[in-house]
């Protein structure tokens, strides 16, 4: 299984096709907090969508993306935000700061129609919304990640497509994270 991230949909946008890969370590299933790791200083948290690929696929039509995936699932990326511009201030690979074991944190997945039929996303932290995406934004960003990821690499069933399209949210030890799904909780994530 392969995570696919790409966390500039804009460039996407304008055919500039931009993506890494995750390793399967760093995502974690919902219910366990997130222990901020020792190796940086400072830590962003991010919503993102994720889609699970349902069928192989290779060079796959952004109008036929629908078809390859019927489960998705709001997840939470964590970064160490100071080690990445650090490390692309020297022109270092930063894989480091986004890529760790249990960077990752993803909700149940659910039918993708639970999704079409909400009207938005939202993260809040300690209670407060901090980032919303709207439910066709989530989907469709995803659609287009999965297409032109697709065209360098063939999709297998279990893979993961995540684009970043929300604003970074800064996150300290004792920050509680929730996100819910036109207002029911259906994350909720302790930073430790």
């Given amino acids: 299984m392969k995570l696919i991230v790409s966390d500039n949909i804009c460039r996407m946008n304008q055919n500039d096709d931009s993506w890494f890969f995750i390793p399967d370590s760093a995502i974690a299933n919902a219910g366990k907090p997130f222990f901020i790791p020792d190796f940086a200083d400072s830590f962003v948290a991010v919503l993102a969508p994720v889609i699970k690929v349902a069928r192989i696929g290779k060079s796959i039509d952004e109008k036929f993306a629908r078809r390859y995936y019927c489960n998705a699932a709001p997840a939470v990326h964590f970064r160490a935000d100071s080690l990445r511009n650090k490390l692309l201030s ?97 994350l909720k994530i302790a930073i430790k």
């Fill in 90 to 186: 020297e022109g270092k690979p930063a894989d480091i700061s986004y890529s760790f074991d249990r960077s990752v944190i993803a909700g149940d997945f659910l039918p993708v129609e639970d999704f079409l039929d909400a009207g938005r996303i939202s993260m809040l932290k300690n209670g407060i919304e901090v980032a919303t995406i709207n439910s066709d934004d989530f989907l469709s960003d995803a659609e287009k990640l999965l297409s032109r990821s697709s065209c360098a690499n063939t999709l297998k069933m279990g893979d993961l497509i995540m684009p970043i399209i929300a604003p970074e949210v800064s996150v300290a030890i004792g920050d509680r994270l929730e996100v819910s799904l036109d207002g029911d909780s259906i």
